[in-house]
């Protein structure tokens, strides 16, 4: 059996064409230039990654996503903050 060709499936197969730059992401300024300009972590990338989107790819699904990585952000800072003794937080 022929083994397929992994080259021209990753430059010819549909689902692969124009991947890193896709129509949903078509703006003054990539969500990617922006996350690494303001060197976001995770839980701020994917935000903004989704809260872009939303209205050109997966509607109320990306809108929840963001929410489910603000949520995660949230507990975090939290967290931080009650590891954080009164005097720390002075500083």
Same mark, same amino acid.
């Given at each position: 059996m022929r083994?397929?060709?992994? +080259?021209?499936? %990753?430059? +010819?197969?549909? %689902?692969m064409q124009d991947n890193t730059?896709?129509?949903?992401y078509k703006s003054s300024i990539q969500p990617i230039d922006f996350i690494d300009a303001n060197n976001l972590d995770f839980y701020e990338g994917n935000i903004v990654k989704y809260v872009t989107r939303w209205k050109h790819k997966n509607g109320l699904e990306d809108l929840n996503k963001a929410l489910w990585y603000l949520k995660?952000?949230?507990?975090?800072?939290?967290?931080?903050?009650?590891?954080?003794?009164?005097?720390?937080e002075q500083a």
């Open positions: 083994q397929p060709n992994i +080259d021209s499936y %990753l430059t +010819d197969h549909p %689902l730059n896709p129509k949903h995660r952000l949230v507990n975090n800072v939290e967290r931080q903050r009650e590891k954080t003794t009164p005097d720390q």
